[in-house]
């Protein structure tokens, strides 16, 4: 039998209380949704008495979501509790969250109250969200730093009134895994009642190690987990979703667990996440970081060109990423290079290659990163310089849904302009026509792509096009960049036309004008 792991995030709440990390309503709604497709258990959208704006939000969280529960957070007071339930009293599955701190330190200072005052003001609090909501879940803050017998009796108590899930966070990121396995594991087998509720942890990274203590808590019987997105929250943060889901995923063989989460959501959940809080992810994260999937040195490429398990752990897929990356740079080797070349179209002989390979080892050692454009430069110096033989100058489209499209397309060649109209099936089409009467050569429209790289309605569309020649044998990749994908699909097919022709003038089947 698999157990079962709940993940409750709490990106919307500790992750919001990360300092700027503050979120509107409708940030918080788009990654609530979005928390939705990842498939978590539950999501904790606020602490509700903090501001009317948290208020807002976990309320129109509550009305929105459905396929998860949702919590707000409350301490053990009346008028928060109250907040709490008015806001997600209109959940499909409500939680109210109430935690109070059961440290000696938390008790002395901060509350000032006494061990068993604190007991009974827990004990009253969640009787008091009882009365609202069945689902309530008690956290002891500070737990890791509690006398272990004071927690026992309290999460009884609190079990005894009527919470449902018992929450043990380490919150000051100060325990240590085998520490945390003890602690979950004693609280198994001293709390009486402990089988009518779900054990839970709450870790922090002070230490870095919020990851670890949850896993650990989860091996000695903890059945929810709760994390963040890109690890975001107080202080050092918390444990990150994706390398406590990725963990699992990843190490059944250790973890025999069963989790709803769609791990394909997690790199774009990440991205939002990070898009909306202004918070950074760091390249070298774990899982969602810039270089998790990235390779750039030789031997490294060299194996995972063979067989990409020789240096992944995971597929790129498994969490929402299209496929790895090889970056080429100073470390990189021939084998990644030459791959790279012919992905670029490039099907060079040896000699070439060997020449382009010295080439680019001089440009890496001055170039932090080669990318494909150096690239393309260094292959067309081999070939003399690349001259852009015809530009665009101008075009209209005329397009709609009663209409045939009609392309007007004006492009120079060595300073003198031609133009020419063409129709077609839809804009794209008219205007690809259009150049071909203007550019009397062989050539076939091999693939044609399309896609935004960047985000938002005025999103940069990227045209990549292959053309075939059969005087040649290869295929020319083309780009062409704008926010008009009709400008840009003009722009990637001159793009390869302007290469097959600099390749056609370097064999001598073509003179190409200096200009
Ligand atoms: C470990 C955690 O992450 S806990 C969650 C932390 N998150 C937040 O604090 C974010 C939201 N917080 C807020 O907006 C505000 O702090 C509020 C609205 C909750 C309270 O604001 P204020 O009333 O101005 O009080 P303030 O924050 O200055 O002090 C906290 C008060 O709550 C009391 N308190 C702290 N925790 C608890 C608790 N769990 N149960 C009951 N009382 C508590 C403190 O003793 C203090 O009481 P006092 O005002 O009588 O001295
Ligand atoms: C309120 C609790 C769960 C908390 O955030 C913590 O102790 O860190």
């Known amino acids: 039998m698999r157990e079962k792991i709940h993940i409750f995030d709490t990106t919307l709440r500790d992750g919001e209380q990360s300092p700027g990390c503050s979120l509107n309503i409708q940030e918080k709604l788009k990654i609530a949704k979005r928390l939705e497709l990842l498939r978590v258990d539950v999501i904790e959208a606020g602490f509700a008495i903090a501001s009317p704006g948290d208020f807002a939000s976990v309320k129109a969280i509550a009305e929105t979501v459905k396929d998860c529960r949702v919590a707000s957070l409350s301490r053990v007071l009346k008028k928060d509790i109250d907040a709490a339930w008015e806001a997600i009293?209109?959940?499909?599955?409500?939680?109210?969250?109430?935690?109070?701190?059961?440290?000696?330190?938390?008790?002395?200072?901060?509350?000032k109250m006494s061990p068993d005052a604190v007991l009974q003001q827990a004990v009253d609090g969640v009787k008091y969200a009882k009365g609202f909501c069945n689902d309530v879940e008690f956290s002891a803050e500070d737990a890791s730093r509690s006398n272990p017998e004071f927690l026992y009796r309290i999460f009884e108590a609190v079990i005894k009134a009527g919470a449902t899930v018992i929450n043990v966070p380490d919150t000051v990121g100060y325990t240590m895994p085998e520490e945390f396995f003890k602690l979950i594991k004693g609280i198994k087998e001293n709390v009486s009642n402990i089988d009518k509720a779900t054990i839970s942890v709450h870790c922090h990274n002070d230490l870095g190690m919020a990851v670890a203590n949850t896993i650990a808590a989860a091996k000695a019987g903890a059945t929810q987990l709760e994390c963040t997105i890109n690890g975001i929250g107080e202080?050092?943060?918390?444990?990150?979703?994706?390398?406590?889901?990725?963990?699992?995923?990843?190490?059944?063989?250790?973890?025999?667990?069963?989790?709803?989460?769609?791990?394909?959501?997690?790199?774009?959940?990440?991205?939002?996440?990070?898009?909306?809080?202004?918070?950074?992810?760091?390249?070298?994260?774990?899982?969602?970081?810039?270089?998790?999937?990235?390779?750039?040195?030789?031997?490294?490429?060299?194996?995972?060109?063979?067989?990409r398990e020789t240096y992944e752990i995971m597929t790129p897929e498994s969490v929402g990423l299209t496929q790895n990356k090889m970056v080429l740079g100073k470390h990189s080797g021939r084998h990644a290079f030459e791959d790279r070349l012919k992905d670029l179209g490039y099907q060079l002989p040896k000699v070439d290659i060997d020449k382009i390979f010295d080439d680019f080892k001089l440009l890496a050692d001055k170039k932090k990163v080669v990318y494909d454009g150096d690239l393309e430069a260094l292959v067309q110096n081999k070939n003399g310089v690349q001259k852009e033989v015809y530009k665009l100058k101008e075009f209209v489209i005329n397009s709609g849904n009663l209409i045939t499209a009609t392309a007007?397309?004006?492009?120079?060649?060595?300073?003198?302009?031609?133009?020419?109209?063409?129709?077609?099936?839809?804009p794209v089409d008219a205007a690809l026509k259009a150049v071909d009467n203007m550019i009397d050569d062989h050539f076939v429209l091999e693939e044609y792509s399309l896609n935004a790289v960047s985000e938002g309605k005025d999103a940069q569309g990227e045209v990549i096009v292959r053309i075939s020649s059969n005087k040649t044998n290869r295929l020319y990749l083309g780009r062409g960049l704008?926010?008009?994908?009709?400008?840009?699909?003009?722009?990637?097919?001159l793009n390869a036309i302007n290469k097959l022709l600099n390749e056609l003038e370097f064999h001598g089947e073509v003179k190409l004008n200096e200009k």
Request: charged letters at 20%.
């Open 89 to 111: 009293k209109m959940a499909a599955a409500p939680r109210i969250h109430t935690f109070i701190a059961t440290s000696d330190i938390h008790m002395q200072y901060k509350l």
């Open 235 to 307: 202080r050092a943060g918390n444990a990150a979703l994706e390398e406590l889901v990725m963990t699992f995923h990843t190490r059944r063989d250790l973890y025999n667990y069963d989790l709803n989460i769609d791990t394909t959501q997690i790199y774009p959940t990440s991205r939002l996440v990070s898009k909306l809080t202004g918070v950074k992810v760091q390249p070298n994260k774990a899982i969602v970081g810039n270089n998790a999937f990235a390779h750039e040195s030789g031997i490294h490429q060299h194996g995972v060109l063979a067989n």
């Open 408 to 426: 007007t397309i004006k492009l120079s060649k060595d300073g003198e302009e031609m133009t020419c109209a063409s129709t077609g099936d839809g």
């Open 482 to 493: 704008s926010t008009d994908i009709v400008e840009s699909s003009i722009k990637a097919y």
